[in-house]
Nanobody, 128 residues
């Protein structure tokens, strides 16, 4: 069983920056050495959408809203996934979720049904 714990959500003004973190546990004992992790978000009244995903060997994928502003990265030593968000806009306001799947995929998928494990989410609010 994989456990994901997000943190870093906050309330910021337009143009601000935030870094989200997701600590993963329970996956290192698996026989699968490759995996994918990602960030998804869901705003009230909207469907969940992909922000960015990453294969444990390096390849990344970005959703349209994240391209050029957000950067996903992984610190394997700390089992921690990051999302650096710059130039935040009010439309970035959402609950941000960390996701995990066993098995590498290049490029890593941006569809949420490919991910088996999910965190509880961390709230990001951007005011104008």
């Amino acid at each position: 069983q994989v456990h994901l714990a997000e943190s870093g959500g906050d309330s910021v003004q337009t143009g601000g920056s935030l870094t989200l973190s997701c600590v993963a546990s329970g996956h290192t004992s698996s026989r699968y050495t490759n995996y994918c992790m990602g960030w998804f978000r869901q705003a009230p009244g909207k469907e969940r959408e992909a922000v960015a995903t990453l294969d444990s060997n390096g390849p990344t994928s970005y959703g349209d809203a994240a391209k050029g502003r957000f950067t996903i990265s992984l610190d394997k030593a700390k089992n921690t996934l990051y999302l650096q968000m710059n130039s935040l806009k009010p439309e970035d306001t959402a609950m941000y979720y960390c996701a995990f799947r066993f098995g590498g995929w290049k490029p890593p998928p941006l569809t949420d049904d490919e991910y088996s494990y999910w965190g509880q989410g961390t709230q990001v609010s951007v005011s104008s």
